[in-house]
């Protein structure tokens, strides 16, 4: 669902939406100061834009949803499957530049409040986590090649291992993404998808167009290794937003054909006292 606060819109989500202490939210592309390509709300330092209107945009995004944009983790983000666990010593890494953002690093986890994890976004998938018995939250960026190599599985394990979390009791959110109907791929995605899932699995979320061309159901791919990894039908969440088709409200690199900006995923955990309104 689209919420708004102090004229910034954002994607919000129902399953995180009773837990009073949780920030969950994904950017749209308005209501910043970017031009042109990376009008409005662009939120990377990668695309080209000017650095001082990212630092605008991300503090007009990160103040709405209560957070502190001076504290923020950001990533350098390589479509793989690293995840790193975060502290408090790490805030700040990447908020103004992205020379000190964490390298080669596609998923973020902590169980430390006041310790923001943010991932940028322009059609692949927003993968969010929270553990409401742990108190662990995960943010993780899931493009084809990232799904292929299951970096939602791996996200989930990351959470068992570093924080005792059990799969069963986590809560699970797929944000703005591209849609089948919009992503057509190659046999080369296939393939790749072949590896993780198997031939018969992976057919079943494409629509062959002949030529060698596939309509392919990224998010419906990364809902299957999120239930693979153990995530309860019941606790898991599907915006249902294609970035393609909305490019009105978010970033597409697909539609704009690589000249874009980017929106941003975000999650922290608060504790009740230091809650922002």
């Known amino acids: 669902m689209i919420d708004e606060k102090n004229g910034i819109s954002f994607t919000a989500f129902s399953i995180f939406s009773s837990v009073a202490d949780l920030v ?5 592309r308005c209501g910043g100061v970017s031009e042109g390509d990376f009008s409005t709300l662009n939120m990377s330092f990668s695309t080209g834009d000017e650095p001082w209107r990212i630092v605008e ?9 209560g957070v502190d944009p001076a504290a923020i983790i950001s990533c350098s983000q390589v479509h793989g499957t690293n ?15 992205r020379n000190t953002a964490v390298a080669a690093c596609d998923g973020l986890i902590t169980d430390r409040t006041g310790v923001p994890l943010t991932m940028n976004f322009a059609d692949c998938t927003p993968l969010l986590f929270y553990d409401p018995k742990r108190h662990v939250i995960a943010l993780s960026h899931g493009g084809w090649r990232g799904a292929a190599a299951n970096i939602a599985g791996c996200t989930v394990e990351a959470m068992c291992r570093d924080y005792g979390s059990s799969p069963a009791d986590i809560l699970a959110a797929i944000g703005p993404t591209i849609r089948q109907r919009s992503f057509e791929v190659g046999r ?5 998808f072949t590896a993780c899932f198997g031939a018969e699995r992976t057919l079943s979320l494409a629509k062959d167009k002949g030529g060698g061309k596939y309509l392919f159901d990224l998010p419906g791919a990364h809902r299957l290794l999120l239930l693979d990894a153990g995530i309860l039908p019941e606790h898991l969440d599907d915006c249902g937003l294609c970035t393609y088709e909305r490019d ?3 970033y597409s690199y697909r539609k704009s054909q690589g000249k874009t900006g980017r929106h941003m995923a975000v999650m922290e955990l608060r504790c009740r006292k230091d809650r922002r309104e």
């Open 24 to 28: 969950a939210a994904v950017s749209t």
């Open 83 to 97: 995840i790193v666990a975060v502290s408090e010593a790490d805030c700040g890494r990447g908020a103004v530049d």
């Open 57 to 65: 945009n991300r503090r007009r995004f990160l103040t709405a949803v």
């Open 188 to 192: 080369d995605v296939i393939d790749g």
């Open 248 to 250: 009105d409200l978010f």
